[in-house]
C-alpha cells in the first residue's frame, strides 16, 4: 500500500483485532491489569496507552520512521527533543523559528548550559559558518513561520549528518503529507499536530518522529521521564483528523494559492508571502523537496493601521492564534504567535507590525476574499 491517501485510511490504527470495531477504540483508562497476560506492554498509561500506540503508530508509518511518539502539545514534542541535548551542547536554530521554540532555547534548556545560534537558514553558508566545536544539533523549520521562507532542508541534512549533528525538523507547516524530511536525512520530525494534522482547532497535540533506533530510545525515555503524554481522547480525535488530511490539505492549499494571487495585486497590500507563488524566492526550492506548498501565507499591508482594520473588520475567519484548521484563521505574529520575541528582534528577523498571517480553511475562497477585499479595496 504506497499511494499517502489510502495510508490515511489504512493504517496501524485501522481495524480493532478484538472487536472488528473500524476505528480505533478509546482505551480511557490510567492503568491496566497485569495478570490478564497481555505480556506487560501495558502497565500505566504515561509509558504506554493502546489509544495512543495507534496514533504513534500512524505518523511513524506516515512519515517514515521506526517509531512515533505523541504527546500533550506541539511544544511538549519540541522540548523532548532538545532534552536529547546535554549541558554544553550547542544549537542551531533558524532566526524566525517558531515562538515557543525561540522561547525554550532562549529561557528554557539555555538554563541547563544547551546554547544556540539563531542563523537564516535559507543561507546554506550561514548555517555551515554557525558551526561550533560543541555543536551538536540543528533545529529547522520549513517553510518558516510566519515568512514561509524555505530552506534547503536535504542540503542541511546531509550535512548536518557529515558534522555528526542531529536534525530535527518540524514539519508542521507541510505535514507528511507534502514534505517528508526523514526521506531525506532528518534524524527527527516534531509536529504541533493542534495544527494541520488533527486538523479541527480541536486539540493540542505534538508528535515526534526518528528513523534510527538510539534516538527513539532516548525520546521513548524523555516521553515516559517527563510525562507529557497526549491523552486518550486526544489521541483519538488526532487519529481521526489524520484520516482526512491529503482532502483539507489540497483544498485549502488551492485557495491558499488563489488568495495569495488576488493579495498580491491588491495596491494596499506592500508583500505576500506565500512559495506558491512563482515569485516567492522559496518557490523552485519548495518544489524540488515537497509536493505542494500547505495553506499558511502572510501578507503586509500598507500601514500597521490597515493591519489592525482588517482584524477588526473580517467576517468570516477568526482572529486567532493557531492554524491548520477547517476554519480560517488571521493572525498578528507581533503581538501572537511571535510576542515572544522582543519587538527590535522580531523587527529584525523582518517580522513588521503590518504583517498578517493566513490560515487558509475549507471555506469558499471566493468568499474569504470578498470579506477581505471589502476593507482593502
Ligand atoms: C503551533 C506550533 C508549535 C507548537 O505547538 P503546540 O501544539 O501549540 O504546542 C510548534 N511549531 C510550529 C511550527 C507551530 O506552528
Given at each position: 500500500?504506497?499511494?499517502?491517501?489510502?495510508?490515511?485510511?489504512?493504517?496501524?490504527?485501522?481495524?480493532?483485532?478484538?472487536?472488528?470495531?473500524?476505528?480505533?477504540?478509546?482505551?480511557?483508562?490510567?492503568?491496566?491489569?497485569?495478570?490478564?497476560?497481555?505480556?506487560?506492554?501495558?502497565?500505566?498509561?504515561?509509558?504506554?496507552?493502546?489509544?495512543?500506540?495507534?496514533?504513534?503508530?500512524?505518523?511513524?508509518?506516515?512519515?517514515?520512521?521506526?517509531?512515533?511518539?505523541?504527546?500533550?502539545?506541539?511544544?511538549?514534542?519540541?522540548?523532548?527533543?532538545?532534552?536529547?541535548?546535554?549541558?554544553?551542547?550547542?544549537?542551531?536554530?533558524?532566526?524566525?523559528?517558531?515562538?515557543?521554540?525561540?522561547?525554550?532555547?532562549?529561557?528554557?534548556?539555555?538554563?541547563?548550559?544547551?546554547?544556540?545560534?539563531?542563523?537564516?537558514?535559507?543561507?546554506?553558508?550561514?548555517?555551515?559558518?554557525?558551526?561550533?566545536?560543541?555543536?551538536?544539533?540543528i533545529i529547522l523549520e520549513s517553510p518558516s513561520n510566519p515568512l514561509l521562507k524555505v530552506s534547503d532542508l536535504p542540503a542541511i541534512c546531509v550535512w548536518a549528518k557529515e558534522k555528526g549533528l542531529i536534525s530535527i525538523v518540524d514539519?508542521?507547516?507541510?505535514?507528511?503529507?507534502?514534505?517528508?524530511?526523514?526521506?531525506?536525512?532528518?534524524?527527527?520530525?516534531?509536529?504541533?499536530?493542534?495544527?494541520?494534522?488533527?486538523?479541527?482547532?480541536?486539540?493540542?497535540?505534538?508528535?515526534?518522529?526518528?528513523?534510527?533506533?538510539?534516538?527513539?530510545?532516548?525520546?521513548?525515555?524523555?516521553?515516559?521521564?517527563?510525562?507529557?503524554?497526549?491523552?486518550?481522547?486526544?489521541?483519538?480525535?488526532?487519529?481521526?483528523?489524520?484520516?482526512?488530511?491529503?482532502?483539507?490539505?489540497?483544498?485549502?492549499?488551492?485557495?491558499?494559492?488563489?488568495?495569495?494571487?488576488?493579495?498580491?495585486?491588491?495596491?494596499?497590500v506592500k508583500a505576500v508571502h506565500y512559495p506558491g507563488l512563482p515569485e516567492h524566492p522559496g518557490h523552485e526550492l519548495l518544489k524540488q523537496q515537497a509536493n505542494g506548498f500547505g495553506a499558511v501565507l502572510s501578507f503586509e499591508l500598507?500601514?500597521?493601521?490597515?493591519?489592525?482594520?482588517?482584524?477588526?473588520?473580517?467576517?468570516?475567519?477568526?482572529l486567532a492564534v493557531s492554524l491548520g484548521g477547517v476554519e480560517s484563521i488571521l493572525s498578528y505574529p507581533a503581538t501572537m504567535s511571535h510576542a515572544a520575541i522582543p519587538a527590535a528582534v522580531r523587527h529584525e528577523f523582518g517580522i513588521?507590525?503590518?504583517?498578517?498571517?493566513?490560515?487558509?480553511?475549507?471555506?469558499?475562497?471566493?468568499?474569504?476574499?470578498?470579506?477581505?477585499?471589502?476593507?482593502?479595496?
Open positions: 500500500m504506497t499511494d499517502f491517501a489510502t495510508k490515511l485510511i489504512h493504517n496501524q490504527g485501522g481495524i480493532d483485532p478484538a472487536t472488528g470495531a473500524v476505528g480505533v477504540p478509546i482505551y480511557q483508562v490510567s492503568t491496566f491489569d497485569q495478570n490478564v497476560g497481555n505480556g506487560d506492554e501495558y502497565d500505566y498509561s504515561r509509558s504506554g496507552n493502546p489509544t495512543r500506540a495507534a496514533l504513534e503508530a500512524i505518523i511513524a508509518e506516515l512519515e517514515g520512521g521506526v517509531a512515533g511518539f505523541a504527546f500533550a502539545s506541539g511544544m511538549a514534542a519540541v522540548s523532548a527533543a532538545l532534552l536529547i541535548f546535554e549541558q554544553g551542547d550547542h544549537l542551531i536554530a533558524p532566526k524566525d523559528v517558531y515562538g515557543g521554540t525561540y522561547r525554550m532555547l532562549t529561557r528554557g534548556v539555555s538554563k541547563w548550559g544547551i546554547s544556540h545560534t539563531f542563523v537564516d537558514t535559507t543561507d546554506l553558508e550561514a548555517v555551515k559558518a554557525a558551526i561550533k566545536p560543541n555543536t551538536k544539533g514539519n508542521t507547516f507541510m505535514t507528511p503529507y507534502l514534505q517528508a524530511p526523514l526521506q531525506f536525512g532528518a534524524d527527527i520530525v516534531v509536529h504541533s499536530a493542534t495544527k494541520f494534522l488533527a486538523g479541527h482547532s480541536d486539540v493540542i497535540a505534538g508528535l515526534a518522529v526518528t528513523a534510527d533506533k538510539g534516538l527513539a530510545s532516548q525520546l521513548k525515555f524523555l516521553q515516559n521521564a517527563l510525562g507529557g503524554v497526549l491523552g486518550p481522547q486526544d489521541s483519538w480525535l488526532t487519529i481521526r483528523g489524520i484520516k482526512t488530511l491529503k482532502v483539507r490539505m489540497d483544498q485549502s492549499q488551492a485557495s491558499a494559492l488563489k488568495i495569495a494571487q488576488a493579495l498580491a495585486k491588491c495596491p494596499k500598507e500601514s500597521v493601521e490597515l493591519a489592525k482594520e482588517l482584524m477588526a473588520k473580517v467576517k468570516i475567519p477568526a513588521s507590525d503590518a504583517l498578517v498571517r493566513l490560515s487558509v480553511g475549507l471555506e469558499d475562497p471566493q468568499d474569504l476574499l470578498e470579506d477581505m477585499m471589502a476593507v482593502l479595496k
